[in-house]
């Protein structure tokens, strides 16, 4: 980026500062605007407006993305520790809140909210109108002490130890394929003549994609997707058989299980906030909201 002639009357942004330290924690100029959620060109704007204050070059412009040049490096190292404070002291803030009103930013998986959790959230927002909910639906994982969001629905078995985890159910998993392609397979074929729906190596650490390696022939794989969401489209438009999440895939009537839900396969439903925030009075009645709900729904049992 070429940098423009100082400005000594205009003080430092946050708002360009925080841009900054979003391309230098996410490695690059698209990762951040999904961690802003703003899009390319302002990122890239307040950038410039920030080399333009501070009279110096940040970033140099590669063919393969930008790179920090020396003056960048120094500044990040200053600015090292400065927005956990500021996030530390919000939280505090926001602790003090007795109201249940104001807004609460929940990130969970969108497969997850479609099927179970909206109806839940509507509910929510009927009995408490004075508070908003932020839904932020996707793959990525937002950090929650950065205050990136107030609270977490995730799957996982293994939940963040700094963060105050409530389990609110499990999800099972088993093996599923579409009625038009099993119809379209000759008679007497088994498991090992069938196509199938894949995890990518991006997912690889996840127990599906592992008992995919363990059964599986790879030369059997018709299609790789990056995420659950996709697996299950993939399956139900006949692509081939998947191990798919039993609360999504039993809701679809063109798919059909083959199997019964494998235990070793379960994910544990949790429910994530920051320790600062655990007593904010919105924070805490949406929490015991969505666990109350579904302990009484049974759905995620």
């Known amino acids: 980026m070429s940098t423009p002639p100082p400005d000594s009357r205009r003080p ?7 841009a900054f330290l979003a391309v230098v924690q996410a490695g690059s100029i698209a990762a951040s605007t999904r961690r802003l959620g703003v899009n390319h ?7 410039g407006n920030l080399e333009h204050t501070l009279s110096t070059r940040l970033f140099d412009r590669l063919p393969g993305g930008y790179a920090l040049t020396a003056a960048g490096h120094e500044f990040a190292e200053r600015l090292s520790g400065i927005p956990e404070q500021i996030e530390e002291a ?28 909206m109806p839940i959230f509507a509910r ?20 929650l002490t950065r205050r990136e969001a107030d609270v977490a629905v995730r799957v996982s078995n ?51 994609a592992q008992w995919m390696e363990r059964n599986v022939d790879p030369a ?19 692509a081939g058989a998947g191990l798919l999440l039993c609360p999504v895939a039993d809701l679809r009537p063109e798919l059909v299980r ?13 429910i994530l906030t920051h320790p600062d925030l655990r007593q904010v009075a919105r924070i805490r009645a949406f929490t015991e909201f969505v666990f109350d709900t579904l302990e009484a729904e049974g759905t995620l049992k």
């Open 12 to 18: 430092l942004s946050w708002d360009e500062v925080h």
């Open 41 to 47: 060109s302002t990122v890239l704007r307040r950038i």
């Open 90 to 117: 919000h939280r505090h803030l926001s602790s003090r809140d007795v109201e249940i009103r104001g807004t609460i930013r929940v990130a969970a998986p969108e497969l997850l909210v479609k099927t179970v959790l």
């Open 124 to 143: 929510f927002s009927l009995r408490y109108p004075a508070v908003q909910l932020q839904l932020v639906m996707g793959t990525q994982r937002l950090n």
């Open 158 to 208: 293994s939940p963040p130890e700094n963060l105050v985890a409530r389990r609110v159910g499990r999800v099972q998993s088993a093996l599923y394929a579409s009625r038009d392609y099993l119809a379209s397979l000759p008679q007497g074929a088994g498991l090992a003549d069938y196509r199938w729906v894949a995890l990518d190596d991006s997912l690889a650490h996840l127990n599906q």
């Open 220 to 238: 059997r794989v018709a299609i790789q997707v990056d995420g659950v969401d996709g697996m299950v489209e993939a399956v139900a438009c006949g």
């Open 258 to 270: 083959l199997s019964p839900p494998d235990p070793a396969m379960d994910w544990s439903i949790w």
